[in-house]
């Protein structure tokens, strides 16, 4: 039976790119945002969700952790690693003139991806931003007589049939985003032929309010193991200033001896521990990228 797959459309997102490069012969739903992804999982409408967590450049995607943590609280699956390339694109009316773009439209992480590009070639144009890449390229397609632009990625010109005026106007050459597979339980993924780069654990950890030096001793739960850490960060609560959480990813997939023994050594210290995923990461590589949208 074909699994379902939301990812944060419409259809030409990088979170489309994404989905398709691990769920090969799966069937993808679209939704109009994150959250809606996610809640789809939780109705039982679809099997799994793939949305972003992280970009190199603008850091995590706040809305995801969040939600992930405050409202739908489901199980991180598999990890996929993304190359970004940021087009500006246009209707063909206006391909000829396109540096007399009056707005661009986009999602807010794409136009600050591409600020010293829109600030030196469009310093007049005003921005708009929309729920997703995909979103803003069907806007543009669909007011072909406003001087208008989008910023977004190869599907996105094809699928709705706009004509790419500059390419590659991201300001950094490493744009990379991570994009998670959520879940209401763990699954195996079925078989994707993208690259395997290893596995991760995700954990949640609340400090104790009251206990000094709490942070320091957490890390060194990790550090005497020899754990490598590839990423922690401080999220509110949203129960009063000053209360954070962390959420901590560990290079490793979960075993019986040292990662059990992290957790219970920090719920000695009062500590709350949640376990949010250990899963397999995959990369899809720039010329992978390229086949995969043109295709």
């Not at 012969?25 to 969700?49: H, K, Q, R, W, Y």
């Not at 500006?88 to 540096?99: A, E, K």
């Not at 957790?263 to 995923?277: P, S």
């Amino acid at each position: 039976m074909m699994n379902k797959i939301a990812y944060l459309g419409p259809k030409g997102t990088f979170t489309e790119v994404a989905a398709k490069a691990v769920f090969l012969n799966e069937e993808l739903v679209p939704f109009s945002s994150i959250p809606d992804c996610m809640d789809g999982v939780t109705t039982g409408t679809v099997d799994f969700a793939v949305v972003p967590i992280e970009n190199a450049i603008e850091g995590s995607v706040n809305l995801t952790l969040d939600y992930l943590i405050h409202n739908q609280k489901l199980m991180i699956n598999g990890e996929i690693v993304v190359p970004i390339e940021q087009h500006l694109l246009i209707h063909s009316n206006h391909f000829s003139t396109w540096t007399e773009i009056e707005k661009v439209y986009s999602h807010p992480h794409a136009i600050a991806q591409c600020h010293q590009f829109l600030r030196s070639m469009l310093p007049n144009a005003k921005f708009e931003y929309m729920n997703s890449t995909g979103a803003a390229a069907d806007f543009v397609a669909n007011h072909p007589n406003e001087r208008i632009a989008a910023i977004g990625n190869h599907l996105a010109a094809k699928q709705y049939n706009l004509e790419i005026a500059q390419n590659n106007i991201h300001d950094y050459e490493n744009n990379h985003t991570r994009f998670v597979i959520l879940r209401n339980e763990k699954k195996i993924i079925p078989e994707t032929s993208t690259l395997y780069t290893g596995d991760k654990t995700t954990l949640m950890v609340t400090l104790p309010s009251d206990y000094p030096g709490a942070l320091h001793h957490v890390l060194s739960a990790f550090a005497w193991r020899k754990l490598n850490l590839s990423k922690i960060e401080s999220r509110p609560m949203k129960t009063g200033l000053g209360n954070y959480f962390f959420v901590i990813d560990v290079e490793m997939k979960i075993d019986e001896v040292l990662i059990p023994g992290v957790i219970a050594e920090l719920e000695a210290l009062q500590c709350q521990v949640t376990m949010l995923g250990s899963y397999p990461c995959f990369s899809l590589l720039k010329k992978e990228h390229e086949v995969k949208v043109k295709t």
